[in-house]
């Protein structure tokens, strides 16, 4: 069976500090890779999607970036944090192409102080 | 612009009161519309997909429908393990992403 990992779980940052996200999927192969970001009062907003190791697209302009340097493995990164930044931050995966449910991992609670 | 709204947006039931979530959605060629389940703290939890109006789909005593406007989360004599934000989501022809709306959080008390 395929399992979605993300790693941390929590994490707090000062403003300025530089960020690292992981997310693997065990079990598939070729997934559909996605990040979200979850701000209290607002819905899931999507951030970034991968259909392919190191094809990435951007979603909305921000001050993250991310980046797929293995198949089953998604890194969602940022050089230097803004307040704004905080937030609960999940991954999701689909085996099936674009347009089908997604799967979502634990999520990163993430606050920037 | 594509949208989602689902209301209420909190609901508090007693143990075996059965009742209804609503998500109303603009999109433009539906392709499917979700709906997930999320604990506190947690991430969202895969329920149903539904693709086209008039499709009905059912998980123990939860019940999504589907019209050309609007989808429905039936809950059956819910129970306190019931509780959680439901969450309703829709992606169009043309589209990557889910769309979500915000859920509705729904409490359950014995």
């Known amino acids: 069976s395929q399992t979605i990992h993300q790693w941390p779980a929590t994490l707090v940052q000062p403003v300025g500090s530089p960020l690292s996200l992981e997310c693997t999927v065990e079990?598939?192969?070729?997934?559909?890779l996605y990040w979200y970001r979850q701000a209290a009062g607002r819905g899931l907003q999507l951030l970034f999607y991968?259909?392919?190791?190191g094809q990435i697209s951007s979603e909305v302009p921000q001050n993250l970036s991310a980046s797929r340097p293995q198949d089953r493995q998604f890194i969602l990164s940022s050089k230097k944090l803004l307040l704004s930044d905080s937030g609960f931050y999940l991954c999701?995966?689909?085996?099936w192409g674009i347009g089908n449910e997604q799967f979502f991992g634990p999520g990163t609670r993430l606050t920037v102080l | 612009e594509d949208q989602v709204t689902q209301s209420p947006e909190a609901l508090r039931l007693q143990e075996g009161e059965s009742s209804s979530l609503n998500c109303s959605y603009t999109v433009s060629g539906l392709r499917g519309l979700f709906w997930y389940r999320q604990d506190p703290g947690k991430g969202p939890e895969f329920l149903f997909t539904l693709y086209s109006a008039g499709e009905e789909k059912e998980k123990e005593r939860l019940k999504a429908t589907l019209t050309k406007k609007e989808s429905f989360l039936h809950i059956t004599a819910p129970k306190p393990e019931d509780s959680a934000t439901y969450l309703c989501?829709?992606?169009?022809?043309?589209?990557?992403?889910?769309?979500f709306g915000k859920g509705t959080t729904l409490s359950v008390s014995s």
């Open positions: 079990g598939t192969s070729n997934p559909n």
């Open positions: 991968s259909v392919g190791i």
């Open positions: 999701a995966w689909t085996p």
């Open positions: 989501a829709v992606i169009d022809q043309a589209g990557t992403a889910l769309i």
